[in-house]
């Protein structure tokens, strides 16, 4: 997401999506959508680095108090209520932004501020979904030392971007093979079939040095945890003899083998050194034995299951040459891509503009032609430039829908939004579950109001973006 002023939550975000994937037990068609922030203490302001607009801003804000308020914001922001209510609207799947704080020992508690206790959360949450027959996707959505700046939903809207850097690639690293573990050990991060790098990095690819090389390092991190959890990786093994069955140790002693594949690179070793103790710590935190004795208890069970999708914002995000995340695959890899047409450079503000501009869009070709597949839009909504009516947000929401499914298929930007005074009508173009009680969007994903909404749009060119 652009920016979503004044409302931003980083705990679990929703998304309407179709994929076609052999990964696990994915179905062929998933639907999903997104999780705010006035009431519980922030502000609203037009420069989201001068006021309490943000996870890091409250928390420096309010340092005896974050952690409670932010607790009981999450148990009652995302509920079983709704989990019920987004299966009954057809909802199969769900994108969860987070932020790197969620595994807090990777916080710099003396220089940053993040809430605590997220991760229990999750995995509520995830346990929940998962009972309702939803898969998930990880989304790394706000990465230590902010990936973009000046924007909330990297968790601290300021213009000192330092994600860039070898400290908080590693960090985003040891997340990442953090995350890669949970998801496999413990059963209630079985829904999970995807994690993805990094949302909405910066669009000039010269302002993101070795953006390249850590696409790089992600892949090879998520595969190595898994080939030494014993889950099978196309095109690569791992030759080493474990002595443990405890996960921490594993990737110690397989972290400094002398005798390891190429994947194993020094970034990745780094990362599984510094991921070890944290996963012993997560066991206690979590309940989850099977950190402490993986094999015994799991190995059936690992040796039958897929890998995990690696998942990248398409290489069409950026421009200045960007790398291309197709080139880091190694096994099941998705892409995403983000449209929201009311923060402007899409089409001119008015309705016809709009129409002609989405139902001629070739986002899913021009990814495709360069490897960039399945593409899926990962965030997406019904806000515009100008007034809308009713009647063009019936137009508006198939022709959107429409277009994104010509790819793997589409994730919705929000699952709800904070009912407020200050927030106004926000989500009437904003809300998933209001979308759908209005009308907008209809009560199954897969449907259309229309299905000729586009045909007096259409032209016949390629060159649309």
Request: negative net charge; proline residues 6%; contains cysteine.
């Amino acid at each position: 997401m652009q920016a979503l002023a004044p409302l931003v939550a980083l705990l679990l975000h929703f998304a309407l999506f179709r994929l076609a994937s052999a990964v696990g037990n994915v179905p062929p068609k998933l639907y999903g959508v997104n999780l705010e922030w006035l009431d519980m203490g922030g502000q609203s302001c037009s420069d989201c680095s001068t006021c309490i607009a943000d996870e890091w801003s409250f928390a420096k804000a309010y340092p005896d108090t974050v952690d409670a308020t932010f607790d009981k914001h999450w148990s009652t922001w995302f509920t079983e209520d709704h989990v019920q209510q987004l299966k009954a609207d057809g909802i199969n799947a769900v994108r969860i932004p987070l932020g790197y704080w969620i595994v807090e020992p990777l916080v710099n508690r003396s220089s940053e501020y993040y809430p605590r206790g997220g991760i229990k959360q999750l995995q509520r949450g995830l346990q929940q979904l998962q009972d309702a027959g939803m898969v998930a996707i990880l989304d790394h959505h706000a990465l230590p030392g902010v990936q973009t700046a000046g924007q909330q939903f990297t968790g601290h809207c300021t213009q000192d971007v330092e994600f860039y850097t070898p400290y908080n690639y590693h960090r985003a690293l040891v997340w990442t093979a953090v995350m890669t573990a949970l998801t496999h050990l413990d059963p209630a991060f079985n829904s999970v079939f995807a994690i993805e790098a990094v949302n909405e990095p910066i669009m000039n690819a010269d302002q993101t040095p070795g953006y390249g090389q850590f696409q790089v390092n992600f892949v090879q991190t998520i595969r190595a945890v898994e080939l030494i959890l014993g889950i099978p990786v196309p095109g690569v093994s791992l030759d080493v003899s474990l002595g443990t069955s405890n996960t921490s140790a594993a990737f110690i002693q397989v972290a400094t083998s002398t005798s390891l594949p190429s994947i194993f690179n020094q970034n990745v070793t780094a990362a599984l050194l510094e991921a070890a103790p944290i996963l012993l710590e997560m066991a206690a935190e979590l309940a989850i034995p099977t950190i402490l004795d993986f094999t015994s208890t799991q190995a059936p069970l690992f040796s039958s299951r897929t890998p995990l999708m690696t998942n990248f914002m398409d290489v069409n995000w950026q421009y200045n040459d960007p790398p291309n995340p197709a080139y880091a695959a190694i096994g099941p890899q998705g892409y995403d891509n983000h449209l929201y047409y009311n923060y402007g450079g899409v089409a001119d503000p008015n309705p016809d503009a709009y129409m002609t501009s989405i139902c001629n869009l070739q986002r899913v070709q021009n990814d495709a032609a360069v490897g960039d597949t399945p593409l899926w839009f990962g965030e997406w909504g019904l806000p515009t430039q100008f007034d809308a009516t009713d009647e063009f947000l019936y137009m508006w929401a198939d022709a959107q829908k429409m277009a994104y499914t010509k790819g793997a298929g589409w994730l919705f930007w929000n699952f709800h939004v904070e009912i407020s005074e200050l927030a106004g009508n926000l989500s009437r173009q904003w809300s998933y579950l209001d979308g759908v009680n209005y009308g907008f969007l209809t009560k199954d994903p897969a449907a259309y109001h229309n299905a000729s909404v586009c045909d007096p749009y259409y032209y016949n060119t390629t060159s649309s973006s």
